[in-house]
């Protein structure tokens, strides 16, 4: 057998930190892993991106790995990349089986080692997660998120099993990757057989947590065996499994010491299976909540260990570092929305970050779609060779009517291009429906988009003319060459539609959310979209200040951040062990009730449940906590009118019913603001373009409105 790497968990030195001259200076010092060095701290974790799973994508996805690699990141972790047939995530997902494989693979690793930043390969073996008919497990229990039921492994099916990992890691190290990564963790397969949750076996790999470790720690033998000690292997351990059965502290501490013995160089963190009912990941997740169970771990081994989940700004991570919890930081999405977060982390530049806000729009969302991952804050993700921001040959007159998330956009792209840009906003404040959505508890990230294209602006010389209503005159005298109509969305009212919707205790959502107007005790919200349901949280939510006692000046200051739920409040919340060292099964704990500020009664006209419109990953937790908050949902309803008793309806039995409530917040939709827009007969000087929610109202959208002003710049 191949001697054990003897990697031990670094300090990081006062040398090293008077070496740095960031305000960062723990995540950017170098890890000495005996064989190798990182150069910094920071690890991009791993995502399916969706070009790992056909070969011609191949070249796509080494320019994706290049850019972050640019932008100063100290390692990388790929997709998950299964050993066989029967990991694969999905038919035909990327794999590391064969010559030709190495060869495809080899354009990654080469293109990342230029710019002298390491890379991982996941081995990922999906178990009764894979959406195939050959999937298998420790035991024949399907999933609840997949429709095939597995096939329980036999002895042999394990023990080639482990020689399929070990050929695969070889195969990687051929392909000149750093290291490998065995994913332990979030319910996939080796998760599978750690946990009583699914391995149920009464032979030698289920039972105890020795017999049901034994599956994980001979795939890392075999794999250290077949790779030598001069590679990097790291373990993804699920830490806190969130579901029922699921593993208690000391087993997870048991299953990391026998990782190290079995020659692990880094101990990933997992947290929560894909079937948990515990949101992880998602923007209502407070920063850094998981990261006690981390240091728990790390206190337990001598190897490097590395924090995961919701960490996507600086401090954040140095915190975790500077007090000793962990020894590198793993951020994933976060690399998405910025390459250059590590460079400008290093420079100090943190307000130029654009910070991933947790939306899931434009990675997992599409992951379940199969469709490439992109990022909803930057549509260059995954896109590197296509959407290029080229420096213009012939630099234009440029304005852009609307500073909404389209045309700041817009603006910041095509000043960085070199084009003369100025942005028109007829409000006092950038940022559009962003303002609306960062005062809803949960999204306090979107103040973080706001910042970040308001520094963007400035730093690419971005003229701002605030307070401006732009009218007609105004555009023919600038000389422009292009102009971008970029006026968003007024929300739809129902004045004249409905009886009733003049009263003053009907508002619109824009109304209450930019603090303007307040709402009573009960309150009925008409239209359960999104932005219903965002509605419905405001109202109900204990926590964060309500907004007309902040005042509409306190949200136009840049810098005001609202305090977000403490950890321990939402941790109560959900239902999750506010203890590190958890005895319970999978750190699980019975939810504490929600006392909500208000009563709220949610509806809409279509029948069927609510809220089956939101996205994949996030709409169950918004589902959830509007349940949990006591909104009594209505569908299939009938408005007949207002009156100053509260709002009538037809209710889904066909009965008229008064609900008596003191006010109406109306979320019914919204309209185009796109009047400026000229026809074609009007034959104007200059080249105009509609981008955003001023082009198509109809699921107004960030990520399309913000794609649509980075392809316009792109292509002036
Ligand atoms: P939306 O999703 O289109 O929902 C509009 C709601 O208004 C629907 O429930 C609709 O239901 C109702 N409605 C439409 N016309 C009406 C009328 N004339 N009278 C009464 N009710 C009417 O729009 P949104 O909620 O404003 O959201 C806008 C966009 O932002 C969406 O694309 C959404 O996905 C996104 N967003 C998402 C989230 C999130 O995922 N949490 C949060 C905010 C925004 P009926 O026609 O059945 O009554
Ligand atoms: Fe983050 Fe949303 Fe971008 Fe995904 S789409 S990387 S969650 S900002």
Request: charge should be neutral.
């Amino acid at each position: 057998m191949a001697a054990v790497a003897t990697t031990t968990a670094q300090k990081i030195t006062t040398t090293d930190i008077e070496e740095s001259s960031s305000p960062y200076p723990h995540i950017l010092a170098p890890l000495d892993l005996g064989f190798t060095t990182l150069k910094n701290r920071i690890v991009m974790g791993s995502m399916h991106t969706g070009l790992e799973d056909r070969f011609y994508n191949y070249g796509k996805l080494a320019a994706y790995f290049a850019r972050r690699a640019e932008g100063g990141v100290g390692m990388m972790i790929t997709g998950g990349i299964s050993p066989n047939r029967e990991g694969w995530l999905l038919p035909a997902g990327g794999t590391m089986n064969t010559k030709a494989d190495v060869l495809n693979h080899r354009r990654v690793t080469q293109a990342v080692h230029k710019h002298d930043s390491k890379i991982i390969m996941q081995i990922l073996h999906s178990g009764r997660y894979g959406y195939h008919p050959f999937s298998v497990s420790s035991s024949a229990i399907k999933s609840p998120i997949t429709p095939f039921k597995p096939r329980k492994m036999s002895i042999k099916n394990i023990e080639q099993t482990i020689e399929d990992y070990a050929r695969c890691a070889t195969l990687a190290k051929e392909a000149g990757y750093d290291g490998v990564e065995i994913m332990g963790s979030e319910g996939y397969l080796l998760n599978q057989f750690l946990s009583s949750h699914v391995n149920q076996r009464s032979d030698e790999y289920g039972g105890d947590i020795y017999a049901r470790m034994k599956f994980p720690l001979n795939v890392v033998r075999a794999v250290r065996e077949a790779v030598g000690s001069d590679f990097i292997i790291i373990f993804r351990l699920s830490m806190l499994d969130l579901v029922k059965d699921g593993n208690v502290m000391d087993e997870v501490i048991t299953v990391a010491k026998a990782l190290e013995e079995a020659g692990v160089t880094i101990i990933n963190t997992g947290i929560g299976w894909h079937e948990a009912r515990v949101p992880t990941i998602v923007t209502s997740v407070p920063r850094a909540a998981f990261v006690d169970f981390t240091h728990e771990v790390k206190k337990h081994v001598s190897i490097p260990v590395m924090a995961s989940n919701r960490i996507n700004m600086p401090e954040t991570a140095e915190n975790i570092l500077a007090q000793g919890q962990a020894d590198l930081i793993q951020m994933a999405r976060p690399f998405l929305a910025d390459p250059d977060w590590v460079n400008k982390a290093k420079t100090g530049d943190t307000d130029r970050i654009n910070t991933c806000i947790a939306c899931n729009q434009a990675c997992l969302d599409h992951t379940f779609q199969h469709k490439r991952s992109t990022c909803l804050v930057n549509p260059q993700a995954c896109y590197e060779t296509e959407l290029v921001y080229k420096k213009s040959k012939k630099p234009q007159k440029v304005a852009v009517v609307g500073g909404g998330v389209a045309g700041m956009s817009a603006a910041t792209v095509a000043a960085k291009r070199g084009h003369d840009v100025t942005l028109f906003e007829a409000r006092d404040v950038l940022g559009g429906q962003f303002n609306y959505a960062k005062v809803v508890p949960g999204k306090e990230e979107f103040f973080e988009t706001i910042r970040y294209f308001t520094t963007e602006l400035a730093h690419q010389g971005v003229t701002i003319h605030l307070n401006t209503k732009v009218d007609k005159a105004l555009l023919d005298d600038g000389g422009f060459d292009h102009i971008i109509i970029a006026t968003g969305v007024v929300p739809r009212s129902l004045a004249g539609r409905l009886e009733g919707a003049e009263l003053p205790q009907v508002i619109s959502y824009a109304d209450l959310l930019s603090g303007k107007k307040t709402v009573g005790q009960t309150v009925a919200v008409i239209g359960a979209g999104g932005i219903g349901f965002d509605v419905s949280e405001y109202l109900t939510a204990n926590h964060g200040q309500p907004l007309h006692e902040l005042g509409e000046e306190t949200l136009k200051d840049p810098d005001y951040r609202p305090t977000p739920q403490p950890i321990e409040d939402w941790r109560e919340e959900w239902g999750v062990t506010l203890d590190s060292d958890y005895q319970t099964d999978g750190g699980l704990v019975k939810r504490e009730p929600i006392t909500p500020v208000r009563q709220v009664y949610l509806m809409q006209r279509s029948a069927g449940r609510l809220g089956a419109g939101l996205n994949k990953t996030t709409g169950w937790v918004h589902r959830a906590h509007i349940k949990s908050h006591g909104v009594i949902q209505i569908s299939g309803v009938q408005y007949e009118k207002i009156t100053t008793e509260g709002i009538w309806i037809t209710n889904p039995q066909g009965h008229s019913q008064l609900l008596r409530v003191d006010s109406v917040v109306v979320c019914a939709g919204q309209e185009s603001v796109n009047e400026l827009m000229p026809n074609v007969a009007d034959a104007p000087n200059a080249e105009y373009h509609l981008i955003g929610g001023a082009k198509l109202a109809a699921e107004l959208d960030a990520k399309r409105a913000i794609r649509d002003g980075a392809e316009v710049a792109a292509a002036i």
